[in-house]
Every structure is written in structure tokens, then in C-alpha cells.
């Protein structure tokens, strides 16, 4: 079916009240960035629902993306049809038969915008529903929970037929509830976590510890790559690149094994702060999930913590690993996480982390370092790139690494 206009339906947004426009208006332009790649589409947003003109584009591509845009309930691939009763009747059948199996039951569903229009919706839903029966034999109407409902709006330029409905992501729009910085890692968590966060209206931007030449470049290429199978979801997501090499190696070198990784994690947390405040974000994200891992006790995040007053939110603290797993299967982020290029919350890993550390403990062995020229040369080499949800970066190293395979 080669379908003209997709409608969409709002999802939590019907309960805004007077913000409703403000949410609607960033679903719009969502939407759009989402579909950038799509360039003759035209989208209208309007109170009730969004329009798509597709004027030629892939309806199947369009969909596929379509359904990774926070903030739509769910939406309807619809044919538009000239105001005649005749071509009418005849695409209605022709919708139905492609759905069409024995024993299918269907109702119509008309809505009149146009109240000018010749019939109105029950003498439509009428006249629509005797001509299927007449012309779709074995076919039954069913009123309540039918196979197939097909949706006829009548609007002044034109008829639109639909059949399917097809679900949304949910959510709210990404933006509405904000920016925070996402501390993005190499691993399962963290991407899940941006995607948590965006899910209830968060606008992330991320945050990526690089640390060369511990970490390789095909390491900050798969950071890069997650940030793109996120971007979907919003258009376009900020990267930002912060040098973590020399910092790295001062508090490997003059801080206790047992201490490395929580004062390690306590200058992320520091440049991630820095970072937030210049770039007006209100919390820190992360994929920290409660025991998963030594650095991820009560008393770690206690001493982390220590370093900032602004809100850090863990999305996924109370999830155990698989329930983590089958989200990042679902946004398609697992098989990139689980590549083996080292990243810097692994690289210098002590054989005996802390998992009670202290927090006078940390403060004081923090105390013998140069915090903040530390601080000052890594956010001085800060790099910040723009990632659309169609770039790669990993095609010529997924291919090296699968020859070594």
C-alpha cells in the first residue's frame, strides 16, 4: 500500500493542560529532527494531532523512525482519497483486503471535520461498511474489539483512509523536562540509562571520558556509535570528548590502590558538574545500577557524591543486569556495548577496589593532588561534536575486528 500521510496521536500530553502547546510544539520539532533524513516531508502539529505528508518519501522508513520519537502515543499510515463516494468505497475495500483473512471481523470509524460534506459520519460508516460486505466475502462487523477498524476523517482537501495502528514510544517529548549530562561509558548501563532519561522528557547531551593511549580510538568511535543509536529518539544528541589521560595517571600514581577508582570517579563527577553548569544542565545522569559492581555501593556513591550539589540520577539503580540487557536489546545498543575496546572506567582497575570507601578517606588522599589544575588542563581539551542518528563510526573497525575473528 503506498500510503500519502501518517497521523499521529499524542500520548501523555493529553494532560498538560495550558503547557499543552509548548509540549506539542517540541513533539514537532522531534519530530522533525528525528526525520531529517526525509527531506520532503511536511509536519504539521497541530492541537489534536500531528500530521506527515509523506509526498513520496518510504512510508516503511518514515515508520521505523517514527516510532522512536517520545511523546507519540501511536500512529496511522492513511491513504488520502478525492471527495468522492466511489473512489471511497473502493480503496475502503481495497485496504480491507490487504489485512483480509476468513473469519476477519471490521467496523468503520468516520470522523466529519468538514461538517459541509454530503453524508454524515453514520450515513459514512453506513454506506462504507454495506459495500465491504457486499464486496468481501466471509468478512463480519464487529463493534467492539474488531480485527480491523477502518478510520475515514473527512477534511476539506481531501478523504484519508487508515487500518493500522501501529504504537509510539511513549513518553514525553525529550526536552520538556530539561538537560542533564550523561555520563557515557563503553558499556551496557550507561546508554540504557539516556534512554530512561530521555523516555520522561530529559534532554541529555553526553559526557565521554577519553583517555589515549589507554583507550584507542575504536573505544571513543563505539561511545560516539551508542550516542548515535540514541539519537533517534531526539534528532540529534551533543558528544562531548573530555581528555582524562593525565588525571588517570596522577591518581594512579599517588592515590592508594583500594581508593583509585571512587577519587577516579569523583573527578568525572567534578568535570561533568563544570561541564553542566556551562552548558545549563540541571543533573547529572548515569548508569549506575546499586551492587553491580564494587564502585556501586551505597557508601561509593556517598563518597562520589561528595564532590557536587547537583542532582545525580541513576536510572537504572534498582534494575539487575538482565532487565538492563533486554532494554538495550530493544534500542539496539547492546551488541555495540559489548565490543571489547577498553574504556577509561576499566582501564587501571586495582585488583581490590573499596567497596566501603570512606569519605574522609577519599577527601584526604584527594587532598595531596593538583585538583584544580587537573581540572582546569582536562576541561581546557574538551572536544564537542553534534551526532545525527543516521552517522557511523565503527563500519571500517567492525570489519578489522571481525577479520581478527
Known sequence: MQYTEIMVRYGELSTKGKNRKSF??????????????????????????????????????VMKRLKQVFGIQNFSPSV???????????????????????????KIN???SDHDFELDTNAMNDLLGGYVL????????????????????????????????????????????????????????SPVAGYLAMKRGVAIEMVHFFSPPYTSEQALNKAKELTSKLAPFVGSIKFIQVPFTEIQETVKHDVPSGYLMTVQRR????????????????AIFNGEALGQVASQTLESMVAINDVTTLPVLRPVVS???????????????????????????????????????????????????????????????????????????????????????
Open 134 to 189: 457486499d464486496n468481501i466475502p466471509g468478512i463480519k462487523v464487529k463493534m467492539k474489539k474488531p480485527d480491523i477498524t477502518l478510520r475515514v476523517e473527512i477534511r476539506s482537501n481531501g478523504i484519508f483512509l487508515s487500518s493500522k495502528t501501529i504504537n509510539g514510544a511513549g513518553g514525553l517529548p525529550v526536552g520538556t523536562a530539561g538537560k542533564g549530562m550523561l555520563m557515557l561509558s563503553g558499556g551496557i548501563d
Open 24 to 61: 506539542i510544539d517540541r513533539l514537532g520539532f522531534n519530530t522533525r529532527e528525528s526525520l531529517h533524513s526525509f527531506p520532503k516531508l511536511a509536519i504539521k502539529a497541530n492541537r489534536d494531532r500531528m500530521h506527515i505528508q509523506l509526498n513520496g518519501e518510504d512510508s516503511t522508513a
Open 319 to 405: 534494575m539487575d543486569k538482565n532487565e538492563i540487557i533486554e532494554i538495550a536489546q530493544e534500542i539496539d545498543t547492546f551488541d555495540l556495548s559489548i565490543m571489547p575496546f577498553e574504556d577509561c572506567c576499566t582501564i587501571f582497575a586495582p585488583p581490590a577496589p573499596k567497596t566501603r570507601p570512606r569519605l574522609d578517606k577519599a577527601r584526604l588522599y584527594e587532598a595531596r593532588l593538583d585538583v584544580d589544575g587537573l581540572i582546569e588542563r582536562a576541561m581546557a581539551g574538551i572536544k564537542i561534536a553534534e551526532i545525527k542518528s543516521d552517522q557511523k563510526f565503527l563500519a571500517e573497525t567492525s570489519d578489522s575486528f571481525a577479520e581478527l575473528l
Open 267 to 282: 573527578f568525572m563527577l567534578r568535570l561533568a558538574t563544570l561541564i553542566a553548569k556551562k552548558r545549563e544542565g540541571l
Open 80 to 106: 488520502k482519497v478525492k471527495r468522492d463516494v466511489e473512489l471511497v468505497k473502493q480503496k475502503a475495500v481495497e485496504m480491507i483486503k490487504e489485512q483480509f483473512e476468513e473469519g476477519t471481523t471490521f
Open 110 to 112: 468516520t470522523r466529519r
